[in-house]
């Protein structure tokens, strides 16, 4: 059907930049919204930013001007640059996707999550 995969995570010491990707694959006609959402150690999921297919973009008040969220639609991929980052970003980072695929019958909508990448801000 469809997947998600991310890349890009790691460890990072405070004040540090990642660059996360998201790549979809599959028999995809068309990405609604694709975004990410974290989870940190004790705490549930956040959305940190999302972005439709018309480029409308949605950021989390905590990450406004320290993260930059994009998409390259002829690779079906998803970005997020992380700048500045601190302790508190430390969290799992899954993308999300809303998607049409085809089935090998007719079109379908999904909802998609990615496996997750791991941030680590420490020193």
């Known amino acids: 059907q469809v997947q998600l995969v991310e890349s890009g995570g790691g460890l990072v010491q405070p004040g540090g930049s990642l660059r996360l990707s998201c790549a979809a694959s599959?028999?995809?006609?068309?990405?609604?919204?694709i975004g990410w959402y974290r989870q940190a150690p004790g705490k549930e999921r956040e959305l940190v930013a999302a972005?439709?297919?018309?480029?409308?973009?949605n950021y989390a008040d905590s990450v406004k001007g320290q993260f930059t969220i994009s998409r390259d639609n002829t690779k079906n991929t998803v970005y997020l640059q992380m700048n500045n980052l601190e302790a508190e970003d430390t969290a799992v980072y899954y993308c999300?996707?809303?998607?049409?695929?085809?089935?090998?019958?007719?079109?379908?909508?999904?909802?998609?999550w990615g496996q997750g990448t791991l941030v680590t801000v420490s020193s």
């Open positions: 999300n996707a809303d998607v049409v695929f085809w089935d090998a019958v007719r079109s379908r909508s999904l909802e998609v």
């Open positions: 599959g028999s995809i006609l068309i990405i609604n919204t």
């Open positions: 972005i439709t297919s018309s480029c409308t973009i």
